[in-house]
Structures are given as structure tokens and as C-alpha cells.
């Protein structure tokens, strides 16, 4: 199989091209794996790290330091978005947890309550209601704090922050 048919060398480097955007270095350890025809990233990252920039924050990660990688930004500028990716993914985490106990089915568009009744470990089952908002604000100046290194110049990326950050649902 070929690159344009989709093959395993194809897939591979995709994920390697991904990975390396990520900028590893920063994040754990990485492996690319292969399952049922499909490219799948484990980390190998301490538990914390691992859990910031999973879910939201990895793919929003990737897209956005392709994105600086494009731009040729330097070194320490692809680590300032590395260091907003990770913050706004956690954010993004944090407030789904908090969103999921605090407002209603028809609110969310989703089944509100389901992590608590799956007795998941989420941010406001394990340190309360009112810390995971400190830890979500927290979270969202870093976030923000991150991209003074563009002096102004990352007003796309501070909006969809913005937004992400703010939601109700």
C-alpha cells in the first residue's frame, strides 16, 4: 500500500508528522501504534500530563503547532503555544466536568449527571464544585498568559479560547 491509498506507510507518517508537532519533548514519551488498520497514540506520560492534554487538548495541540510550524515560529514560541494547548485542553476539561453537574439536559445536549452516576474521577467529585472553578480560572489565565510571547499577534487563537473557555454548554 501507498500513500495515496491510505497504507501503513501513509499512516505512519501521519502520525510521526503529528507527534512531532506535539512537540514530544514537553509531553512524555510517545509510541505510535497499530490497531485494526487504524494509527493509535499512546503516551507514556505521567498520569497528570497525560490526562491535561488528552481528550480536547491533544488535537487542538497538534492543529495549533502545525499552525506555528507554518508560521515558522520560533522555539520558544512553539512552546508557548504547547504551553496554551495544554492549559486550555485541561480548562476545557475542568469545565466539562463542572457543566456536567451544574446544568441540565436540555442545557447541555447531552445526558447531564452520567459522569457522577459512572462514579468517573472528575474535577469537582475529587476537589468540590468551587476549586475546580479556581483550578478552571487558573487554568484559563495561563492559558492566556502563554501568548503574550505573540505581543498581540495570536488574537485568532485568544478567541477561540474565548469562546471554548466561556461556554455554558
Known amino acids: 500500500m501507498g500513500a495515496d491509498d491510505g497504507g501503513v506507510e501513509f499512516q505512519l507518517a501521519l502520525g510521526n508528522m503529528a507527534l512531532g508537532a506535539l512537540g514530544i519533548g514537553d509531553l512524555g514519551q ?5 490497531a485494526g488498520g487504524e494509527v493509535d497514540v499512546v503516551m507514556a506520560a505521567s498520569a497528570s ?10 488535537g487542538l495541540c497538534c492543529a495549533v503547532r502545525l499552525g ?3 508560521a515558522n ?5 512553539l512552546k508557548a503555544l504547547t504551553q496554551f494547548c495544554y492549559n486550555v485542553g485541561l480548562a476545557f476539561q475542568v469545565i466539562d466536568d463542572i457543566l456536567d453537574v ?3 439536559t436540555e442545557k447541555l445536549g447531552k445526558t447531564a449527571g452520567k459522569d457522577t452516576k459512572a462514579r468517573k474521577a472528575t474535577y ?4 468540590g464544585l468551587a476549586k475546580s472553578r479556581r483550578i478552571a480560572q487558573t ?17 485568532a ?6 469562546f471554548l473557555l466561556k461556554r455554558d454548554r
Do not use: D, Y
Not at 30 to 34: A, E, L, S, T, W
Not at 49 to 58: F, K, L, N, T, V
Open 49 to 58: 500530563r497525560a490526562i491535561g492534554i488528552g481528550h480536547p487538548g491533544i
Open 30 to 34: 510517545i509510541h505510535v501504534v497499530f
Open 124 to 127: 469537582p467529585a475529587i476537589v
Open 68 to 70: 506555528g510550524m507554518s
Open 157 to 162: 487563537l485568544e478567541a477561540m479560547a474565548e
Open 73 to 77: 515560529c520560533s522555539a520558544s514560541q
Open 139 to 155: 487554568l484559563t489565565e495561563r492559558a492566556f498568559n502563554s501568548l503574550k510571547v505573540f505581543k498581540g499577534q495570536a488574537k
Open 102 to 104: 451544574t446544568q441540565t
